[in-house]
């Protein structure tokens, strides 16, 4: 157990905090070289398993079927333990810690370090500014309007290791009423609440990161399209057609999913109660693998993109048309069914006002 939890120190902050990745080293895998290897969403949507990657040498991918041959496991009776749990993960839409923890729980496959599931350091200041949101009107019902110099929430949790606690003990006290909880649960309830917001703020910087790179990508559509060189390609007219309405349907979906949570959460701090803070943190928490999953896919994509085509001006018409021919739409019908599967979204309903 020491070697293990070693080794999930060694995790990258990159890879931790991906939506494409996941480190086998924070899984019970019993083969020596898998537990260096990561399993990844490669631009085709395809999983596989990465053994090595490097600038120079590129990424040595492999196929989980193909993995029998590659370590000398039997080929008939019982599979390999770890051809059983790979085939289990290779069918999760996302690999971010979100996604992840729901997922791995439904599939009952444990992690060596529960830690490995939480976004990183860097990760975590990184979204700050959108975490604000989420922070302002928690810190405003313990302290109010006053001059106070909590200004984020690790400040708020840190009010529970501070010997002045007793300064907010009335504040959280009436929290706590509020609630419907004693005031030993609120440090859980805090936890919760920002664990729940973190997620959310995460997802939102997943899409931000993405919508520039997208944005570039559907114009190169349209220059494709009326280019004189390859407009008369049915085939290429028809799979551009395709993709822009993917894209753009899915990027609509998602963008519609956070100003639902938006109008959910914007008055939550009215009259709050336990119920109420549980709805909302089950409306969000329903859509994490829908999220996950979509956002995972397009974030390959359009990272793949990027990578070949950083500016406007790179590349031309033809190799962007052969890029998405052979790339990029390899996999689009992955996406939608991600998307199709998602439950019904809907928002507190006027019972929470009641409450």
């Keep these: 157990m020491v070697e293990e939890t070693v080794k999930n120190e060694d995790v990258s902050d990159h890879d931790r905090d991906a939506l494409h990745i996941l480190p086998l080293s924070i899984l019970p895998i019993e083969t020596p070289a898998l537990k ?36 000398g496991w039997p080929d008939e009776g019982e599979p390999h333990p770890d051809l059983v749990l790979l085939r289990k993960l290779l069918l999760m ?14 599939h009952g496959i444990p992690v060596n370090d529960v830690k490995a599931l939480k976004l990183s350091g860097t990760k975590n200041q990184e979204l700050t500014e959108y975490m604000a949101t989420f922070t302002r009107p928690l810190i405003l019902q313990i302290y109010g309007d006053e001059d106070i110099s909590i200004q984020n929430f690790e400040d708020v949790i840190g009010l529970f290791r501070d010997p002045d606690v007793r300064k907010a003990k009335r504040k959280l006290e009436i929290m706590a009423g509020k609630l419907g909880i004693g005031l030993g649960e609120v440090p859980k309830f805090l936890e919760d609440y920002g664990d729940i917001f973190l997620s959310l703020s995460y997802y939102r910087k997943c899409l931000d990161d993405i919508e520039p790179v997208t944005t570039q990508f559907l114009d190169s559509l349209d220059e494709i399209r009326s280019n004189w060189q390859l407009k ?35 008055n939550m701090w009215d009259n709050i109660t336990g119920a109420k ?59 939608q069914k991600i998307e199709d599967s998602a439950p019904m979204l809907s928002e507190l309903g006027d019972d929470d006002e009641e409450e």
């Design 36 to 71: 260096r290897a990561r399993l990844i969403k490669n631009i085709r949507l395809e999983t596989v398993v990465e053994l090595f990657e490097d600038a120079s040498t590129g990424s040595g991918q492999i196929e989980v079927e193909n993995l029998p041959s590659q370590f």
């Design 232 to 266: 008369n390609d049915p085939s290429l007219m028809k799979t551009c057609n395709q993709v822009q309405a993917t894209m753009n349907g899915l990027m609509a979906a998602i963008t519609g999913r956070f100003e639902n949570f938006d109008r959910s959460t914007g």
């Design 93 to 106: 839409p996302s690999y971010d810690v979100y996604s992840l923890r729901i997922l791995l729980r439904e």
């Design 277 to 335: 803070f549980r709805k909302v943190e089950k409306l969000i928490s329903d859509y994490h693998t829908t999220i996950g999953g979509v956002l995972c896919s397009l974030t390959v994509k359009m990272d793949g993109w990027h990578r070949l085509f950083p500016t406007a001006d790179s590349g031309g018409p033809v190799k962007r048309a052969e890029f998405i021919m052979s790339e990029i739409k390899q996999g689009m019908e992955r996406i």
